[in-house]
């Protein structure tokens, strides 16, 4: 029994660590539908980018990592101002399905970029620090896996405050509940919105750079999987609710970790989208989210 609770505690942190990810991943999907109503499907494809920015700081700019990291989000969030303003600011008033088609097109364009620039060979990402492992009341971790925890907090905790307690966050709030009154009462719209794909894409950029340290490898196609669990962690959560996104990402990391020790790897990637069915088939406004009816 012993074995089994230290066992259970071991899969907790690791499951800690990786919903984590998932859930500075989800939170750029909830940023932006909240605003837009528009499942950016090249948010994957932006956490991808974070990840080879920051590993090009790190090894051929010699940077240190505080900075290389401040630095890939900032880079990284100009790339996603620059996706809003090409493939989707042209269509705002197009269909869904039109940004839609234009969200997949974009996303298999930056990934073929990507391909172009750095090739298709994975690229190994060394910690630009001594990672230290040790044992807590018998459950082992390690320096690098405690910096994750530590980065994914202060990540969301600094969004909620910039949510709650700036201007900026007042103005993404009113554009996500009216635009068009949002406009009339002096917001800037588009910079509102441009800001908003800025803050989602820099914590992608945050998740890729911890994520490429940790397995240590960075790959083009390193975005798809991640992208799409993040966006299971959005919808789990509550799309559209932030604090939701943060609970689904936590709570779809410890359900992946704990379904993967109780069965086996293979089924990593299948406990994901059956948390997605399910939360579809049964509570499709999510874990947080609340339930809306539409106006006839």
Known sequence: MERGAHLFGQQLINGLVTGSTYALIALGYTMVYGVLQL???????????????????????NLPFPL????????????????????YRPLRRSSRLSVLISAIGMSIFVQNVALWVWGPQTRRFLP????????????????????????????????????????????MRAVAQDRETAALMGINVNRTIAFTFAIGSSLAAAAGVMVGMLFNAVVPNMGVMPGL?????????????????????????????????????QWRDAIAFAILILVLLYRPSG??????????
């Open 68 to 87: 290389a990291l401040l630095l890939a989000m900032a880079i990284t969030a100009l790339l996603g101002v620059t996706i809003e303003f090409i493939a």
């Open 128 to 171: 630009p620090f001594p990672v230290h492992t040790f044992t807590v009341a018998g459950l082992r971790t390690n320096t690098l896996e405690l910096l994750t925890l530590f980065v994914a907090l202060v990540m969301m905790l600094g969004l909620h405050l910039l949510v709650t307690r700036t201007k900026l966050g007042k103005a």
């Open 39 to 61: 499942i950016n499907f090249a948010h994957g494809e932006i956490y991808m980018v974070g990840a080879f920015t920051g590993l090009l700081l790190v090894t051929q700019a």
């Open 229 to 265: 669990k993040g966006f299971v962690a959005a919808v789990l959560g509550g799309i559209g609710s932030i604090p939701g996104a943060m609970v689904g990402g936590l709570v779809l990391g410890m359900a992946e970790v704990l379904g993967v020790a109780l069965l086996s790897s």
């Open 287 to 296: 874990l947080l989210g609340r339930r809306t009816q539409e106006k006839v």
